[in-house]
Antibody
Framework: QVQLQESGPGLVKPSETLSLTCTVSGGSISPYCWSWIRQPPGKGLEWIGYVYHSGSTDYNPSLKRRVTISVDTSRNQFSLKVTSVTAADTAVYYC????????????WGQGALVTVSS | DIVMTQSPDSLAVSLGERATINCKSSQSVLYNSNNKNYLAWYQQKPGQPPKLLIYWASTRQSGVPDRFSGSGSGTDFTLTISTLQAEDVAVYYCQQYYSTPYTFGQGTKLEIK
């Protein structure tokens, strides 16, 4: 069974860049689709974007200007960068897997809380 | 963007009774070429990630108890828990994967009465 684990700093200063990595175990990055989803404390879920195993991406327009998602198939990892963060970016960030584009999220990581504060 | 609206926001049901959660999409998520509804339901317990329960609106994920069922088509969908168990206390989300950006409902908090 596929397992996902998020890693990265839990505290980021305003205006800086949030960086997270998701490590995939129990399966290969190929040929699947890998997403980042976030959840502000006590609130609902927001899809940030995905990277396909080929490297192609799609982002939520609400964040597109500040987000980059990339994949490293040799390490079985994919990553998220969000630039120019503010307190509104404080959230639990989840990585998740889909069998393909336009498919539900089968597997999720446990989530990583990222707080934006000086 | 497709807006997903769930009702009610919260729900209290007695153990052993039926729980029903509704989800409405702002446009159809039925893809006519394959007659599939691109709609999923997730369960999220405190401190845990969401767990996929139902996909294609009515297909139960492997390992999900058969007291969970999904129905509906087009823009109106329902998640039903036939006989509520204590472990079903959670927040439930619907999600459309018909088009990006994928979007979720605001969530329905299910509690025991």
């Amino acid at each position: 069974q596929v397992q996902l684990q998020e890693s990265g700093p839990g505290l980021v200063k305003p205006s800086e860049t949030l960086s997270l990595t998701c490590t995939v175990s129990g399966g290969s990055i190929s040929p699947y689709c890998w997403s980042w989803i976030r959840q502000p404390p006590g609130k609902g879920l927001e899809w940030i974007g995905y990277v396909y195993h080929s490297g192609s991406t799609d982002y939520n327009p609400s964040l597109k200007r500040r987000v980059t998602i990339s994949v490293d198939t040799s390490r079985n990892q994919f990553s998220l960068k969000v630039t120019s963060v503010t307190a509104a970016d404080t959230a639990v960030y989840y990585c998740a897997n889909s069998r393909d584009v336009y498919n539900p999220f089968d597997y999720w990581g446990q989530g990583a809380l990222v707080t934006v504060s000086s | 963007d497709i807006v997903m609206t769930q009702s009610p926001d919260s729900l209290a049901v007695s153990l052993g009774e039926r729980a029903t959660i509704n989800c409405k999409s702002s446009q159809s998520v039925l893809y006519n070429s394959n007659n599939k509804n691109y709609l999923a339901w997730y369960q999220q317990k405190p401190g845990q990630p969401p767990k996929l329960l139902i996909y294609w609106a009515s297909t139960r994920q492997s390992g999900v108890p058969d007291r969970f069922s999904g129905s509906g088509s087009g823009t109106d969908f329902t998640l039903t828990i036939s006989t509520l168990q204590a472990e079903d206390v959670a927040v439930y989300y619907c999600q459309q994967y018909y088009s990006t950006p994928y979007t979720f409902g605001q969530g329905t908090k299910l509690e025991i009465k």
